[in-house]
């Protein structure tokens, strides 16, 4: 309640006094100018309250130069709080020379027995917090001549201050330079204190900046990456479409040119397979970049559909054998799916890509007198197929084992002679087997071989 007060009546007089922000780099200033305000529009209405107690006082004990310094002073805070024509400086100057010449006053008047001294040591650190330190050693010097000047009227007699009459002028010299020194190493502790803030406050409205600055570019780097990443993919998947489509022509063309001429000497047919085997096999890469693009791009869907996996594993072997019998390679198949549960549930097309391009890589990376062999099994539920594809080749590197998943990487690439390959082939039979309910796992010994292994759900119901 009185948090709200306070808030309000504050919101009250920086609106009243168009008091500004300034300068917000400089926050010390701010803060300083903030505090002198809080502190004058605090002692106003103290002030005005502690008035008129003191002037009935001082009338009914005949008191009249109390009357008239504390009334000089109220005046002086009253002009301070509701003049919104003097600037701040001006305004902490004078509010600092009322108090000062206030507390002089009383001390001639009442002597060092209130709390007078306190009140010059209040002024001093006060000073300090709102205007800095050298204003705050300021006010230490002239408290100092003050007091020096309070000595001399003593001793000399220049004045008659009753209140000093009887005091020794020993005691009241010690009291005087104590109380410098103690406000005097006032002022240094708290402007000491001041400024490692401020510093502190810095150092931690740069570090602030600096995060900023580095998020902004974090987020602009980000946002650039998947702006291109968009790009990369519309324009592989544009740009295999646009291939494909001429290719399919050049293809059909070969075809109808075999069949067109009649006696096709041996030279004229080789161009033609070359034609073919070049052609489908540019069009084998552009399939694999437009699966890929989809894929990245999340547009890859499923197909699922009942097959026999038997009869699909058969074809895919009989697909490869001559290819593996080329390479003097024994390929072999170990299928312990049984005949009557082999009509299966899943992505046959997915399923037979995934398979075809490991044993394509299997006799691929497999040297000449090797072994290539494919295990399938099926889970006690019928729910579940595992395939396991075991070569003898040339191994993956252990630090690779992730990498060859990654689109476009090949283990290979320093090798003037490596292996033919996009180097898409695994992403994106890792993704298929993902979107098939399994992961495509592998283990693999450099130079012993690798084993290739996934396990899919097939089952016939809710699938
Ligand atoms: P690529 O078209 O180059 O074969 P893949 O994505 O199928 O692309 O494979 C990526 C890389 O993984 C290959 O370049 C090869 O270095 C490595 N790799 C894949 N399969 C095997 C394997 N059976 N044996 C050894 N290395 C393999």
Redesign the pocket.
């Known amino acids: 309640m009185l948090k709200k007060l306070w808030s309000s009546y504050h919101q009250w007089y920086i609106k009243y006094s168009r008091f500004s922000k300034g300068d917000e780099q400089d926050e010390l200033s701010y803060f300083r100018d903030k505090l002198f305000v809080s502190i004058l529009i605090l002692i106003f209405p103290l002030s005005v309250v502690s008035y008129f107690p003191s002037i009935v006082t001082a009338i009914l004990l005949d008191k009249w130069l109390l009357l008239y310094v504390d009334t000089i002073a109220v005046s002086v805070i009253a002009f301070l709080f509701f003049n919104v024509k003097i600037g701040l400086r001006i305004k902490k100057i004078v509010f600092s020379i009322n108090l000062f010449l206030l507390s002089f006053a009383l001390i001639f008047y009442i002597g060092l027995k209130s709390s007078n001294g306190l009140l010059l040591f209040m002024l001093s650190v006060l000073v300090t917090l709102y205007s800095g330190k050298k204003a705050g050693i300021w006010t230490v010097v002239c408290t100092a001549i003050g007091y020096l000047l309070t000595v001399v009227i003593t001793y000399f007699e220049l004045i008659d201050i009753e209140v000093f009459a009887g005091e020794r002028i020993e005691i009241l010299i010690i009291i005087f330079i104590n109380n410098t020194l103690i406000v005097l190493m006032s002022v240094f502790s708290v402007s000491f204190l001041i400024r490692h803030l401020h510093n502190a406050l810095l150092k931690e409205h740069h570090l602030q900046n600096e995060l900023i600055e580095k998020n902004r570019n974090v987020v602009a780097a980000k946002e650039k990456a998947e702006e291109s990443d968009r790009l990369k993919t519309a324009f592989m998947a544009n740009m295999s479409h646009e291939i494909r489509t001429p290719m399919y022509g050049i293809l059909g063309c070969a075809e109808l040119l075999k069949s067109h001429v009649s006696s096709p000497d041996k030279d004229f047919e080789e161009y033609i397979e070359v034609i073919e085997t070049n052609g489908q096999e540019l069009l084998d890469v552009m399939s694999d970049i437009l699966n890929i693009s989809k894929i990245e791009s999340g547009l890859m869907t499923l197909n699922k559909s009942q097959f026999n996996v038997n009869a699909n594993i058969k074809t895919i072997y009989k697909e490869f054998l001559p290819q593996a019998q080329l390479k003097n390679i024994q390929f072999t198949i170990n299928n312990f799916i049984p005949i009557d549960n082999s009509i299966v549930h899943t992505d046959f097309e997915k399923l037979t890509v995934v398979l075809k391009?490991l044993v394509e890589?299997?006799i691929?990376?497999t040297l000449e007198g090797g072994k290539v062999v494919l295990s399938c099994s099926m889970n006690a539920n019928n729910t579940q197929i595992t395939f396991i594809l075991k070569?003898t080749?040339?191994?993956?590197p252990p630090d690779k084992l992730e990498t060859?998943f990654n689109p476009f990487?090949?283990?290979?690439v320093e090798n003037k002679n490596a292996?033919h390959?996009?180097?898409?082939?695994?992403?994106i039979s890792r993704a298929y087997v993902r979107m098939l309910g399994g992961d495509l796992e592998l283990e693999?010994i450099e130079g012993k071989g690798?084993a290739?292994m996934f396990s899919i759900d097939v089952g016939l119901k809710g699938n």
């Open positions: 391009h890589n299997a691929k990376y070569d080749g040339i191994g993956i060859i990487y090949q283990v290979d292996l390959g996009s180097g898409i082939g695994l992403s693999s690798t290739f």
